[in-house]
């Protein structure tokens, strides 16, 4: 999982941070900003807490209307973010134009149905008038990592907005450039003046913006040590978080699926952002009988990935999100042969600028290989044998993760099985790869975190849900 870690508290309040970028394609640097103090980042959490007074009893028409300015805001400026985002992180050009989409249909989605999902609930009481309301808490702090600069920014504010919150984005040091573009929306679309705002500080401040009584509940999506640090600090401040973690999702090949079909969707789930995502599938579960038949059709298609210039929309592979990234990545590749996998193609670093690293398939992956027992996060496939049914699903759940997950078979009642009652991970999908969308549930188990986002089940996260019984 992308890095958005809390570190022990070293900044004094006056120390005011820089940021630079680099090109991952190129290594290259790229702009620099400069950040807020620690003073100025409390300062500005207050100033949005003073904004939730009125935001809060805006009417859910207008917040809405101003979430599909957002939306169009969005798609308004979609070149320009994408190059932000290709810049900073490598991303595709085709891929940031995607996400860009995306985060518009979520302003779009939750303008759409915020007041439904958050209408008070009627409850029978022995007579008496009773029902469930739904009312804002306060604003809420973001902790966001940099692999989908915008969608995992939008995907929390969207609902946190339109439930009636303010919020405050503490982003990954990487993109401060997305950072300061995703509050430039909400500005352009007319949000009232401190409803949202970007800080640009270093994770050692974290801590002191937690404690403050200006913030009422934090959200990270980030390293299982970064949700560590951030549920003891949130805890002890006796406030809610919402913890999306690391994964390893497990896909399942069974000994009835289309074996040629399997791969492209084994290949699709691992190259996905260019395997940095939590969602990505990382281990690929394949009954005995078809192991070497799923080996040869999925090296075949993870081929197809070639590297080359993220700007081109040829393109299928970009570099990592930085040298050391990658690094790290081959590092974990190398542990792994060493422990006796076999690789089927890639694990070489190319002689290039750049974080650069190709498609990798890595087979007879065991216990105690960092391909098996962590989160590899960049294009690198790990294929696990079983022995049946049940021994695929045995491997699956014995990981610490549980985000996401995958079954592939011709027997759709088979698979539905399995998905829904089996495997323990958050999400699970048959025949297809695991994604995000504001109308479904997203988030994890085991050490993939804790709470949801997305869907009416996310927008309740940062409320407070109250009990009301009117007596004559």
């Not at 999902?117 to 739904?134: C, I, N, Q, W, Y």
């Not at 973690?245 to 996905?272: F, I, N």
Request: hydrophobic fraction near 40%; glycine fraction near 8%.
């Amino acid at each position: 999982m992308a890095e958005s870690s809390l570190s022990d508290r070293r900044s004094s309040a006056s120390a005011r941070p820089r940021f630079e970028t680099i090109d991952p394609s190129t290594g290259k640097p790229g702009r620099q900003y400069e950040g807020h103090t620690v003073a100025e980042a409390v300062e500005i959490a207050r100033q949005a807490r003073k904004a939730f007074e009125s935001w809060r009893s805006m009417s859910f028409a207008d917040r809405a209307g101003l979430m599909h300015e957002a939306a169009r805001v969005l798609r308004r400026r979609k070149e320009e973010f994408a190059e932000i985002m290709t810049a900073e992180m490598g991303k595709l050009i085709a891929d940031g134009r995607a996400e860009i989409e995306k985060c518009a249909f979520n302003c779009d989605y939750f303008a759409d149905n915020a007041e439904t999902f958050l209408s008070r609930r009627p409850v029978d009481f022995e007579g008496h008038k009773a029902f469930v309301t739904f009312n804002p808490i306060g604003t809420v702090l973001a902790i966001m990592p940099w692999n989908f600069p915008f969608w995992q920014v939008f995907r929390f504010a969207a609902p946190t907005l339109m439930a009636g919150n303010t919020a405050v984005l503490k982003h990954a040091s990487n993109v401060p450039g997305s950072a300061l573009a995703i509050e430039s929306v909400f500005r352009d679309a007319g949000f009232p003046e401190h409803v949202f705002r970007t800080l640009l500080i270093p994770s050692a401040s974290v801590q002191t913006l937690i404690e403050d009584p200006a913030i009422a509940a934090v959200t990270l999506t980030g390293s299982v040590e970064a949700g560590r640090r951030v549920a003891s600090a949130a805890g002890a401040a006796l406030k809610k978080s919402v913890l999306e973690l690391g994964g390893s999702d497990a896909y399942l090949v069974l000994e009835d699926a289309d074996v040629a079909a399997a791969a492209k969707v084994c290949a699709t789930a691992r190259m996905v952002n260019g395997g940095q995502s939590c969602i990505a599938g990382k281990r690929f579960i394949v009954v005995r009988s078809v192991r070497e038949a799923l080996e040869r059709s999925l090296t075949s298609e993870m081929e197809r990935y070639a590297m080359g210039d993220p700007r081109s929309t040829d393109t299928k592979l970009g570099p990592m999100e930085s040298v050391k990234a990658r690094d790290q990545i081959h590092d974990q590749v190398r542990r792994s042969l060493d422990k006796g996998a076999r690789l089927l193609t890639g694990g070489q670093i190319p002689d290039r600028p750049g974080a650069w690293y190709p498609p990798t398939i890595l087979t007879n992956v065991q216990p105690g290989m960092p391909a098996y027992d962590d989160e590899v996060f960049g294009p690198v496939a790990a294929i696990i044998e079983a022995e049946d049914e049940d021994d695929a699903i045995r491997i699956a759940n014995g990981s610490a993760f549980g985000l996401g997950s995958g079954v592939l078979t011709r027997d759709l009642a088979r698979g539905e099985r399995i998905a829904a009652d089996a495997l323990e991970a958050g999400m699970s999908f048959v025949n297809g790869n695991v994604r995000s969308d504001p109308r479904m549930p997203f988030g994890g188990v085991k050490h993939s975190g804790y709470g949801r986002e997305c869907s009416d089940l996310g927008i309740h996260e940062f409320v407070n849900i109250k009990s009301v019984v009117v007596f004559p």
